[in-house]
């Protein structure tokens, strides 16, 4: 009786927290083109101030990449207003914290402050906007930091560069077959008017987001955001026309290498649609089910119960473009690799032909609702999602309303779904080896 007691608690409570979890918000755009999102929650003394802007590895020139992942660095250097090196120090002065990042498909930064400092937040990111230095000294200055960058979490890191590897195969013809981080000798031939003229184009207000969340009196702060980012021009409109993709036909096969590895890996990996297709979701799902902790269908047949691997994971990497879908393991001594993917074909095939369990669906169904919730858990996590969901998705009320793709998507469809995608004539199988002195 005490289990069933708490069961139906535990029921109560994530009910209660989904209905909580309501993100109430206003949008609308300045004149230039710069479209602003405003989340007024006032249980803390908090405000995030963010900025996404849509450029990301994607729309790099090829023989110019990584200049996306540069500028998230570059553009911390200084503005005519904020001297050089003094960005953080101002920051972090005022008790807040900052960061920015970067992906194929876009760059985001932003700071966290005390709600009391919500317009210096706004001054500084349209100080960014309007006002950035970008000068030789800074642009070698990031250039050293952004190598070093590579080095430590790419160059030197154990299977560090396997995305790459698999990325560089499954795309022929579109940008996502690069890296973000780019390549350095592209970085060492660009030009300073090269750089100045990828600020030009693509950090302009018709081009990015503006997010303003927590603690804020919503009549003041679009007064500062008029006054802040009102004034700057708009833009040339960005356009893109990139290249698409052949359907894969054909299985392919491959072998790359990795010195810093001693244990091989095996890939299997498949081209998917982009994140904003329902497809996307479904495959979500399909992950989830295959190696979503240790409970997961691979993780107890290959790791627990036939210790043939030592890790196991399968992934949907989805993008704004296209996604990969990869099974990834880890033999444990002597496995072959082939046997490894044989095992997860196996798993993989009946789900194309088999309905997952009653049970198996409703244990999904929970860890996604789980996850929707704590998504949205913290002012700077809600501050993200709207910002992402406008920028690349084109409809912020999904920051309320994604859960319902999931709870809506059945057995049926994750079987249909796994048959549309998940076939041996339309993957990369990549063997991923220690790299040997003779090699």
Do not use: C
């Not at 000294?137 to 160059?155: H, M, S």
């Not at 409809?395 to 809506?408: A, G, H, K, M, T």
């Not at 057995?411 to 995608?421: G, I, Q, S």
């Amino acid at each position: 009786m005490k289990k069933h007691f708490l069961f139906l608690t535990a029921l109560m409570l994530v009910g209660y927290n989904s209905i909580a979890q309501k993100v109430e918000f206003e949008e609308y755009d300045l004149d230039n083109g710069m479209h602003v999102i405003l989340h007024q929650d006032n249980t803390a003394p908090v405000v995030t101030v963010s900025v996404m802007y849509h450029v990301g590895a994607k729309d790099e020139d090829p023989e110019r990449t990584g200049f996306a992942h540069f500028f998230e660095h570059l553009l911390f250097e200084g503005t005519e207003n904020i001297p050089r090196g003094e960005w953080f120090n101002i920051v972090t002065s005022n008790g807040g914290s900052n960061n920015a990042n970067t992906t194929d498909d876009r760059t985001y930064y932003y700071e966290v402050f005390p709600s009391n400092s919500v317009e210096l937040g706004l001054w500084m990111e349209s100080e960014r906007l309007l006002h950035p230095v970008i000068n030789q000294i800074g642009v070698d200055t990031q250039n050293e930091v952004v190598k070093e960058e590579k080095r430590l979490r790419v160059d030197n890191q154990p299977y560090g560069n396997i995305l790459a590897e698999i990325k560089k195969r499954m795309f022929k013809v579109h940008p996502y077959k690069g890296t973000t981080i780019g390549e350095m000798e592209h970085l060492d031939a660009a030009t300073l008017e090269e750089f100045q003229a990828f600020n030009k184009k693509y950090y302009v207000p018709n081009n990015a987001v503006l997010v303003v969340a927590g603690d804020i009196d919503k009549t003041e702060v679009k007064k500062m955001i008029q006054d802040y980012f009102g004034p700057i021009p708009r833009g040339e409109d960005v356009v893109r026309d990139l290249p698409r993709e052949e359907p894969i036909t054909e299985p392919m096969r491959d072998k790359a290498y990795d010195p810093n590895i001693q244990i091989p890996a095996v890939i299997g990996a498949y081209r998917t649609p982009s994140f904003k297709d329902r497809d996307a979701y479904v495959l979500d799902m399909i992950s989830s089910y295959l190696s979503g902790g240790k409970s997961s269908i691979l993780y107890k047949k290959l790791v627990d119960e036939q210790k043939q691997a030592l890790a196991v994971q399968a992934v949907n990497i989805s993008q704004e473009d296209y996604g990969i879908y990869a099974l990834f393991a880890l033999p444990l001594g002597d496995v072959p690799l082939d046997t490894l993917i044989s095992e997860m074909d196996e798993e993989v095939v009946k789900i194309q032909t088999e309905l997952i369990s009653e049970r198996d669906y409703q244990k999904l169904q929970n860890q996604f609702e789980n996850q929707f919730v704590n998504s949205n858990s913290s002012i700077s996590g809600i501050a993200n999602s709207l910002a992402r969901y406008y920028m690349l998705y084109d409809d912020v009320n999904l920051i309320n309303n994604e859960i319902d793709i999931y709870r809506s998507i059945t057995r049926e469809e994750m079987r249909d779904v796994a048959k549309k995608y998940l076939n041996p004539d339309q993957r990369l199988i990549l063997e991923y080896l220690p790299k040997k002195d003779d090699q």
